[in-house]
Structure formats: structure tokens, C-alpha cells
């Protein structure tokens, strides 16, 4: 069975979280960490990578944090894997004339047609999938009042 890296799922979390979440501000990267078990060092850096990559905006201050750079049916899971994927070539670390010829390019084909597939699935479809699996949002959101 194929493994996806826990960058993978971080990012994938920390977008949906913030569509999820997103108000008139930015979701904080500590409410983002708290709701999805992420560790927060680890959480900035991928979110950091998602600004990088045009799928984010950040923004700073006591009230900073981050939004979507666009609407969530233009997101799509591909956009996301490819923005933290690393771009490292398998080639280079095998060899051998069967790694090269046969294994290398049919991992690099099945790698292309779930890329494929994850092109089909914005942030939009699976919003609408958290809302009937009854995943709430987070409702203990601080609000400031000034008299």
C-alpha cells in the first residue's frame, strides 16, 4: 500500500480548515493546530509553502492569520499536493536497469492518475463532504466588543 506523507495530509487539513473556519478574519495558525492535532512549528512552515504556491494569503498582526487566495471551488486537492510535494527525482536514487525501465515509470504513472484524479476534487467538494459527515465549525471564536 502506497503511504502519503504527513505534509500531504497537514496541508490538505490546514486548507480545509480554513475554508471551514474563514470569517470577516483570517483563521489563526493556533486554532488551525489545536482543531487538527498538527504540531505548530511544523504547521507554519507548510503554511508558509501554501502562501508560496498563490493557495493561501497571510497576513500578520494580532488579528493576522490566514485566508484562501481564491474561492474554495478553484482550489482543488492537486493545486495542494503539488504546492508541498517535494520535486525530488526517484531516478536518481535507483539504478538499476529494471528500477529504471520498468518499476521507476509505472510508480510515475499511477502517481500521474491519482494527481488526475485529485485535479477533479476542489476544497468546495469537500467542505460540502465535512457538512454531511456533521463536522462543525469551530464556534469559540473570540469577539472583541469596544464601548
Do not use: W
Not at 32 to 43: D, E
Not at 91 to 108: A, G, H, M, R
Request: aromatic share 6%.
Amino acid at each position: 500500500m502506497f503511504k502519503v506523507h504527513k505534509k500531504i495530509i497537514y496541508a490538505i487539513e490546514a486548507v480545509v480548515d480554513i475554508a471551514l473556519n474563514s470569517g470577516p478574519n483570517p483563521v489563526q495558525n493556533e486554532s488551525i493546530a489545536r482543531r487538527q492535532g498538527i504540531p505548530k512549528r511544523y504547521l507554519e512552515q507548510t503554511l508558509q509553502i501554501l502562501v508560496k504556491n498563490k493557495i493561501l494569503v497571510g497576513s500578520r498582526g494580532p488579528k493576522g492569520g490566514y485566508s484562501l487566495a481564491k474561492e474554495r471551488r478553484r482550489i482543488k486537492i492537486a493545486d495542494i499536493i503539488k504546492s508541498v510535494s517535494n520535486e525530488e527525482s526517484l531516478i536518481s536514487t535507483f539504478n538499476s536497469e529494471l528500477s529504471k525501465k520498468i518499476v521507476l515509470p509505472l510508480i510515475n504513472d499511477i502517481s500521474f492518475q491519482c494527481l488526475e484524479k485529485f485535479n477533479n476534487i476542489s476544497i468546495e467538494e469537500v467542505c460540502k463532504i465535512a457538512k454531511t459527515k456533521k463536522l462543525k465549525k469551530d464556534i469559540s471564536k473570540k469577539v472583541d466588543f469596544v464601548i
